[in-house]
């Protein structure tokens, strides 16, 4: 079945530790995003990628880094420049084009500093 | 760049009609996405709407009035299992779908 697979689900980092997110679709979509959400808030897009080996900032990307090596691969890395990190971390793709209006997420991943 | 403002929380029967109503100002709109979200899930795709009007889908529908910056989802026959967060999202023209700006979302519990 087609889909987005983020893993893992539960994560914890330690002061001072860079940790990776991993999300892979095999919908063959070209865009992928990754989004941040806390408690009693909506999503806000942390970085997005069009297509392999190109990606921009959202619009809250310090702390956070990503690589978009293959189609299918869309990684995301909270350095430990990231002060407040906790949050639930989903990633999205969706078809090329600014026509399409569906968006496919991943089941999301909890991160919490310990 | 978007402002998206919708109510916190909102409680109801279970049977009853509940709206959710979402405001929102953006100096280019191309569409409005509602999405319910239960707790520690991913969203799901509820609703669509670009132009003014009336959309229904079963037990939902949505409504938009571009000149007023306003949409809301109607939830009909209300059941347990829609209490969940539900979310508004306004896309701008010449962005792709996910690079919608979404609201904080609105808490909906359905009580019996």
């Known amino acids: 079945d087609g889909g987005i697979t983020q893993s893992p689900k539960y994560l914890f980092r330690k002061e001072g530790q860079n940790v990776t997110l991993s999300c892979e679709q095999n919908l063959n979509h070209d865009a992928m995003y990754w989004y941040r959400q806390d408690p009693g808030q909506g999503l806000r897009l942390i970085y997005y990628?069009?297509?392999?080996?190109?990606?921009q900032k959202g619009d809250i990307a310090e702390g956070y880094s990503v690589s978009r090596e293959k189609k299918e691969s869309f990684p995301l890395t909270v350095t430990s420049a990231q002060k407040n990190p906790t949050a639930f971390y989903l990633c999205?793709?969706?078809?090329?084009?600014?026509?399409?209006?569906?968006?496919?997420f991943g089941e999301g991943s909890w991160l919490t500093v310990v | 760049g978007q402002n998206i403002d919708q109510p916190t929380e909102m409680t109801a029967t279970e049977g009853a009609i509940v709206q959710i109503n979402c405001t929102y100002q953006?100096?280019?709109?191309?569409?409005l996405f509602w999405y319910q979200q239960h707790a520690g899930e991913a969203p799901t795709f509820l609703s669509y709407n670009v132009l003014d009007g009336l959309e229904e889908k079963g037990r939902f529908s949505s409504f938009l009035s571009r000149s007023k910056g306003y949409s809301y989802l109607l939830l009909k026959e209300l059941q347990m299992k829609d209490s969940a967060s539900y979310l508004c999202?306004?896309?701008?023209?010449?962005?792709?779908?996910?690079?919608?700006?979404f609201g904080d979302g609105t808490t909906l519990t359905v009580k019996p």
């Open positions: 999205a793709s969706s078809p090329p084009g600014y026509s399409g209006n569906t968006i496919y």
């Open positions: 990628s069009q297509i392999v080996n190109d990606f």
């Open positions: 999202a306004v896309r701008d023209l010449n962005t792709n779908a996910g690079k919608s700006t």
């Open positions: 953006t100096s280019g709109f191309n569409g």
